[in-house]
């Protein structure tokens, strides 16, 4: 038998999908900034693998010359980013969700179990509440990159005014680079997180928008003399 | 008759809310299969709506025309006033008691880094050279370099920050733009909201916060690594102004200004912000 079992709450879908296209902005107006001065590569023992961006990237997605449009958009869409930001995590803070998102001292191991089974090499997985423990690790990972992308993003944008973030972040020129790689990982968490999400199914992406969840339960054993509509979800 | 009350009452059945589940009327119990297709309905459509008008939202920005040309141009208006209007937020935060930081004079770079020449082309003759200092009643003052170097000398080692995203810690001296103010008297153009300065040929020119030019690190400079400006580096006067990015620090300064507008701004002539403040 179907029963609507509910997931997600408005607060979180919400903030969710409010987060998505503002995070697409500060990325594109990001790079629309750091074209200007894109110095960052990786190097190792002297050989550059990868520059930080080749010019069939930056012509594909029209960014060389736009600085100045892209600190009118990126100091803009910087307030929004921010506010839900912060709506989100009161949200968390004072329905009690939190509990269902932060990392567990057992979390760590067993997330380790999580990608094994993931991966298809081990066949059971960890049980789990809501979220199982890579989950719990990614989803407070990726706030906590959003708080250190605010806080590099200030030290950069008012290096004298925010003198302490500033020095927090190891100087200018490391605030910089600190900000530019959380980029890279938002980049490196949009690809996993779309592959998971791909994987997980109908049902589970559903539940971001609507909320609920349907599983299938045996019936009751019990006869059952009320409406069926007056009970509650099973939890 | 039925009272006023009761014609404004709605009926019971028109304040249920679909999403809570004790009200639900109990005379027609919907089947779980009907409950998840209402909820869906809802949901969905309220996602391609919302969704609908946040792209519509963008499209409206994202081509919304040129602002009208002022003191600023080339930025999209509405960007034009968010910025604008971040300035005021920002300001809000401003204070000399912020210092940018300091560094040791081993530090400094000895190739300091040389973005642009606009407005200071070539060579400049430092003989026949004066700054000109105009203030608002019209008197104007004409100062040597001799007369500068002759006021109280300061140095300043900090990270000079361009718009691009470069930073380049560098060694520079000059007379504090405050020490400058005081000893010409120019205390009275200060209660004014803006400095203007200019290039010579008046091709490049920047106009600065009076909070921000009265920052105790503000310098009108004449050395770098402790040696005359050369000519690319602004010779043979220049803005050393660290609150600032680059673009506001002006090379080869010819004449300083005071008003309550402000003054004209070569980058933010070109879409950049007016206060780019640091």
Request: net charge positive; charged share 20%.
């Amino acid at each position: 038998m179907k029963v609507i079992k509910e997931k997600h709450p408005l607060a979180m879908r919400w903030t969710h999908w409010v987060n998505f296209p503002i995070l697409t902005i500060m990325i594109w107006s990001g790079m629309l900034i750091y074209w200007a001065n894109d110095e960052y590569k990786i190097t190792l023992f002297g050989h550059t693998y990868f520059n930080f961006f080749p010019e069939w990237f930056y012509k594909a997605l029209h960014i060389p010359h736009r600085l100045a449009e892209g600190m009118a958009f990126h100091f803009l869409f910087m307030w929004f980013f921010t506010l839900n930001g912060i709506l989100y995590v009161l949200y968390t803070l004072i329905s009690g969700e939190w509990r269902e998102l932060v990392p567990q001292k057992k979390s760590f191991k067993e997330a380790w179990l999580v990608l094994l089974h993931d991966l298809h090499i081990r066949k059971t997985a960890p049980p789990q509440n809501k979220y199982n423990a890579a989950q719990r690790i990614a989803y407070t990972a990726i706030i906590v990159m959003g708080l250190g992308s605010l806080i590099t993003g200030l030290a950069i944008y008012k290096p004298v005014q925010f003198y302490y973030l500033t020095w927090l972040c190891g100087g200018y020129h490391f605030a910089r680079i600190l900000h530019f790689a959380l980029t890279i990982g938002y980049v490196l968490f949009f690809v996993v997180h779309i592959v998971q999400v791909i994987l997980a199914g109908w049902n589970n992406f559903r539940s971001v928008i609507s909320g609920f969840e349907i599983v299938h339960e045996e019936p009751k054993p019990v006869i059952e003399t009320t409406t069926p509509n007056d009970e509650k979800p099973v939890q | 008759m039925k009272s006023l009350n009761q014609l404004l009452k709605p009926p019971r059945q028109m304040m249920k809310n679909p999403f809570n589940k004790k009200n639900r009327a109990p005379k027609k119990p919907l089947t779980v299969d009907q409950k998840i297709s209402r909820r869906n309905f809802i949901s969905f459509g309220s996602f391609v709506v919302l969704g609908s008008a946040a792209f519509g939202g963008w499209k409206w920005l994202y081509n919304s025309p040129e602002e009208a040309k002022t003191v600023t141009a080339g930025a999209r208006a509405p960007l034009r006033r968010a910025l604008n209007q971040t300035e005021l937020a920002v300001r809000r935060i401003f204070s000399n008691n912020n210092l940018v930081k300091t560094y040791p004079k081993d530090r400094a770079a000895k190739n300091v880094r040389h973005n642009s020449d606009i407005g200071s082309e070539g060579k400049v003759d430092i003989a026949a050279w004066v700054l000109q200092v105009k203030k608002q009643s019209g008197e104007v003052l004409k100062i040597s370099l001799d007369e500068l170097k002759a006021l109280p000398k300061t140095d300043i080692i900090y990270d000079f920050k361009c718009v691009e995203g470069w930073d380049q810690i560098s060694h520079w001296g000059g007379v504090k733009f405050s020490d400058f103010i005081n000893h010409y008297k120019l205390d009275d153009q200060t209660r004014l909201q803006y400095v203007g300065m200019e290039t010579p040929d008046q091709k490049y020119y920047v106009g600065i916060d009076m909070p921000s030019a009265m920052h105790p690190q503000t310098l009108l400079a004449y050395e770098v690594n402790e040696k005359p400006l050369p000519a690319k580096h602004g010779a043979p006067l220049r803005l050393i102004i660290p609150v600032k990015y680059g673009i506001k620090n002006l090379k080869r300064i010819g004449s300083i200004t005071f008003s309550d507008n402000r003054p004209r701004d070569y980058w933010a002539e070109l879409g950049y912000d007016y206060y780019s403040g640091l």
